[in-house]
């Protein structure tokens, strides 16, 4: 990489997302098939470990704390590091206790690292620029998500199943991305010094109110979208891959497109159109009888997340610079309550009626998009919200 590309901090946050997908996607793809043909995981253990993973999520908060004693730009990288780590490793030794205990490490360097990742986003992109890098980050994890699928998938269709070597060889890569991080790229001072204690801001209730309903719909997605297409489809786990792989190719082509569509109609168009959108797709989940629309139903859901962005360009807007760091943390756990109550109370719903799991999704979307409304056509510090800025056009009559 030359010279020049190094003093980028854009060009940092690429190979960061580069790295974190490689490590991810690779334990994620091989999970469930080594821990039951390797470890004789039944349901049991496969439900301790999947919420295992989202305990470090739940206390993404504790990276404001770690910052006392690291720089952000360096607790991110070895944040990379020590996902490639946990991945490497994941399949030295097959039982439980080892998935368990490798299953944290990984997802400790994971969730740290989307926090800090989503963190120096905010603070190194300027306001104008925000939406359409982020767009462009995002097409790029959809891309190196696409590539890591490919190889796994070729390397299956050649081969018999080695996880020790699948795991260890993406580990290593993400490792090497690391070390490289570290050694080549400048240190990038911060252009505002970061507040490095825990708050909530009264000012941002409906940023934290958004992401927290955006977690839960994500759960929902996450958890049952493609729960339906194996249960209720018949499904077959080379055809989940592929599907997987156009998600990728999609999300590769529109992400960008969608990151400059934000920047032209503002947060609160680009967030109802996500909104009104996934209401239809969930009420539509619930009643489908056709394959053909499921797969078509599934596609979509995955593309409405691209629309996220808009939350996260909102709240650089409306926030105090000095902010940002720590606030990164705590919407990450506040987007992570959800994950932790959600999935096993909809798991109970599901047994009854799977149908009802995709109202609720629905209600929460409706519930998203109301609140969507209150986002000014110009948020800024001082006017976050369409009550403040009445209350201060009220104060200044």
């Known amino acids: 990489m030359p010279t020049s590309s190094l003093n980028e901090r854009k060009n ?3 190979l960061l997302a580069i790295g974190n ?5 690779t334990w994620q793809v091989l999970l469930n098939n080594f ?12 439900g301790v470990l999947q919420s295992l993973r989202e305990v470090p999520g739940f206390l993404a908060f504790t990276a404001i704390l770690v910052m006392l004693l690291i720089r952000q730009q360096n607790f991110a990288i070895l944040s990379l590091i020590t996902l490639g ?5 994941t399949a030295i030794y097959p039982s439980a206790l080892w998935l368990y205990f490798t299953t944290v490490i990984m997802s400790i360097g994971f969730h740290y690292l989307e926090t800090l990742h989503n963190s120096l986003s905010l603070q190194w992109l300027s306001k104008d620029e925000a939406p359409k890098v982020l767009g462009q980050l995002l097409s790029t994890r959809a891309i190196s998500n696409f590539a890591v699928l490919s190889c796994i998938y070729l390397y299956l269709y050649l081969f018999a199943a080695n996880y020790f070597l699948l795991y260890m060889l993406a580990g290593c890569i993400t490792i090497g991305i690391g070390i490289f991080c570290w050694t080549a790229f400048p240190h990038f001072e911060d252009q505002v010094a970061q507040k490095k204690q825990l708050f909530l801001r009264k000012q941002y209730w409906l940023y934290y109110l958004l992401t927290f309903l955006a977690g839960a719909r994500r759960q929902i997605f996450v958890v049952f979208a493609g729960f339906l297409l194996v249960e209720k489809f018949g499904f077959p786990i080379e055809n989940v891959v592929l599907l997987t792989l156009v998600n990728a190719i999609l999300t590769f082509w529109l992400a960008p497109k969608i990151g400059a569509l934000i920047s032209i109609i503002g947060e609160r ?5 996500e909104y009104v959108g996934l209401i239809i797709v969930f009420v ?3 009643f489908v009888d056709s394959i053909a629309v499921a797969i078509a139903l599934y596609l979509l859901d995955h593309l409405f997340f691209a629309m996220a962005i808009a939350i996260k360009t909102y709240f650089q807007k409306i926030a105090d610079p000095a902010d940002i760091a720590a606030t990164s ?20 719903v599901w047994v009854v009626n799977h149908s009802a799991v995709f109202l609720i999704g629905a209600a929460i979307a ?4 109301l609140l969507s409304q209150l986002i000014p056509d110009r948020p800024t510090m001082g006017q976050e919200t369409k009550l403040s800025a009445a209350a201060e056009l009220q104060t200044s009559e």
């Not at 997908?21 to 996607?25: D, S």
């Not at 409706?366 to 998009?369: A, K, P």
């Open 12 to 14: 940092l946050l690429f």
């Open 21 to 25: 997908t490689i490590a991810f996607a």
């Open 35 to 46: 821990a039951v043909e390797q470890a004789a995981f039944t349901g049991e253990e496969i």
């Open 85 to 89: 780590a946990g991945t490497a490793i």
């Open 269 to 273: 168009r680009a967030l109802t159109l």
């Open 284 to 286: 539509s989940y619930a």
């Open 329 to 348: 943390s705590i919407s990450f756990t506040i987007n992570h309550i959800a994950a932790v109550v959600l999935p096993a109370l909809l798991g109970l």
């Open 366 to 369: 409706g519930g998203s998009l």
